[in-house]
């Protein structure tokens, strides 16, 4: 499992998902700079390394890959993954241009530090960063690496907000409304099933949504799950794999969240 840490109970329960796989599970905690922009949270992201440590052996993990920056990074990174545009500047592409990129290079890399000289192993992600799930999952693919990458089911807190380290930046009343963004991503995967409206009304029905309720959305969506693109109106069936993702900002906060339907 890979985190930048502040690790909850989402990134324990990735460990407790890995443990069956393999002889040794193994967690990575690293603040990936390559996948900030300059404006973005990259010094004041929350490092609680100690208490990751704690909370890891708790849970039961084996081993904690934790290297400095100067580690992994020994000289400026000129050599990068490049992810295929058609799917890495969509969504989250599209609002933190190069975002894919420095997540790519540093799982690749994290990658081939923890198994190196392995026959195979088990990354194990979770759904709630979707884009990124099906990036690396196609980065394995393409470069034939020994990996199989397993989908986590997104971790929430019991009124339905799911699980960040960036949660922690909510003050008390934005928290009040943070289940908000969940809760309008299920009214327009409601809307799309029951074909009130096409998909572009109910889209832009739920962006307004949010903003009358004090949010600055980025993007709330549907998709095909295995591409990441737009279903066309009249295509959708009760058995087509879609998801709704979403990303807005509550105060200073950039909430992230999805559900497949």
């Keep these: ?83 295929d545009p058609a799917l890495a500047d969509l969504l989250e592409g599209e609002f933190r241009p190069g975002f894919f990129t420095g997540v790519a290079t540093v799982v690749m890399k994290l990658f081939m530090a923890v198994f190196a000289g392995k026959p195979h192993g088990f990354g194990v992600f979770g759904k709630k960063d979707f884009p990124q799930l099906l990036v690396i999952g196609r980065m394995v693919q393409q470069f034939a690496m020994p990996i199989e990458i397993v989908a986590a089911d997104t971790s929430r807190a019991d009124d339905g907000l799911a699980l960040s380290s960036r949660n922690g930046y909510l003050n008390t009343e934005e928290r009040q409304h943070a289940m908000e963004l969940a809760r309008t991503l299920k009214q327009l995967a409601d809307g799309v099933r029951a074909g009130t409206a096409s998909i572009a009304d109910l889209e832009a029905a739920a962006m307004q949504a949010l903003r009358d309720k004090g949010w600055q959305p980025d993007y709330l969506t549907v998709r095909q799950r295995g591409d990441l693109l737009s279903p066309a109106d009249g295509s959708v069936q009760a058995t087509t794999a879609l998801v709704v993702l979403g990303a807005a900002r509550l105060g200073n906060t950039r909430l992230i969240d999805n559900l497949e339907f």
């Design 1 to 83: 499992t890979i985190s930048m840490g502040n690790l909850h109970a989402g990134h324990l329960a990735l460990v407790a998902q890995a443990r069956p796989l393999g002889d040794a599970t193994v967690a990575s905690i690293f603040v990936n700079r390559l996948q900030f922009q300059p404006h973005e949270d990259f010094d004041s992201y929350p490092r609680t390394f100690e208490a990751d440590c704690a909370k890891l052996r708790e849970a039961g993990c084996d081993l904690l890959f934790a290297p400095r920056e100067r580690d992994l990074y020994p000289e400026p990174q000129t050599f990068k993954v490049l992810p």
